[in-house]
């Protein structure tokens, strides 16, 4: 089983490990044709095979091999077949309630017609930055939930905040990296608690839709944009459905990582290729060993 870092410290050596995987996967991605063995892999973080292995092992919980085979476009068609009806299912049951993610009860709240007119007037929003061990992230929340989750590069940090003011032109923003530092604790290191983790997001009633349909995938399922229009009543919307994926304001929690192409093509993503590779390929290995 795959475990979740315990510390804030393991939490920042999992970040490290990431950045790593994350320059692995660039390579293997670059390199694919040749399908390059594991000792040129590890040559190209500046590792050993052997510890490049280890650094495997510890970040997802299986060989390099076995994790390769989870990002391979076979792969992804297998799963997409396997899921076609799981998403439908899923919906069936209805959007109004919370869904599994995590092991955490996420619900989802948007803002109301007033405050979105208003651009956020009267609301506060608290942020930090903090590690994950996909990469360093930017954290933003509402009284009412988390209305912001950014991955984010030492040199976007303050692009993604004034991102996030412009969101919300009128609502009061303060840095609270305590505050912010307990909900990402929640979400990346499965921290226990008694009340629901509740979003609270600002979108048009289109993107709130399809993000809400994107809470219902469970873990370890693809799916396609034309499944995922389909099963939320706009078949003809792939586009659309698309567009409003690209605007997902909450990375991860939501997952639109979830979504590829039809024929098992990766797409594109907002925080990077790479990125939607590894947690693809964390989810499967998670999967794998039966982690929930």
Request: proline residues 5%.
């Amino acid at each position: 089983m795959i475990g979740m870092p315990d510390t804030l410290s393991d939490l920042a050596q999992t970040q490290r490990d990431y950045e790593r995987i994350e320059r692995a996967i660039r390579f293997i991605c670059s390199q694919r044709q040749r399908q390059p063995e594991l000792a040129e892999i590890a040559t190209s973080v500046h590792l050993s095979e052997y510890h490049f292995q280890r650094l495997f092992q510890r970040w997802a919980g299986i060989t390099p091999k076995r994790f390769l085979q989870f990002l391979t476009k076979e792969h992804a068609k297998e799963r997409l077949r396997d899921s076609a009806s799981v998403l439908e299912a899923a919906l069936s049951a209805g959007l109004s309630g919370p869904g599994r993610l995590h092991d955490l009860l996420v619900e989802c709240e948007a803002v109301t017609p007033g405050q979105y007119r208003r651009g956020g007037e009267g609301i506060e929003i608290r942020y930090g930055y903090h590690a994950t061990r996909f990469g360093p992230c930017l954290l933003a929340a509402t009284p009412r939930g988390v209305c912001a989750l950014r991955f984010v590069a030492p040199r976007s940090r303050g692009d993604e905040l004034q991102a996030i003011a412009a969101e919300w032109p009128r609502a009061r923003i303060k840095a609270d990296q305590s505050a912010t530092a307990a909900i990402v604790a929640r979400i990346f290191r499965g921290t226990p608690a008694a009340a629901p983790l509740s979003l609270h997001l600002k979108g048009t009633n289109f993107q709130i839709k399809v993000w809400e349909a994107l809470l219902a995938i469970p873990e370890g399922t693809l799916v396609s944009y034309a499944s995922l229009a389909k099963a939320i009543g706009a078949p003809r919307a792939s586009r659309a459905v698309g567009g409003a994926i690209g605007r997902n304001p909450v990375a991860w929690l939501i997952p639109c990582h979830r979504v590829l192409r039809s024929l098992g093509e990766i797409g594109g993503y907002r925080w990077g290729p790479e990125r939607k590779l590894a947690m693809l390929g964390w989810e499967a290995a998670r999967a794998d060993q039966g982690a929930w």
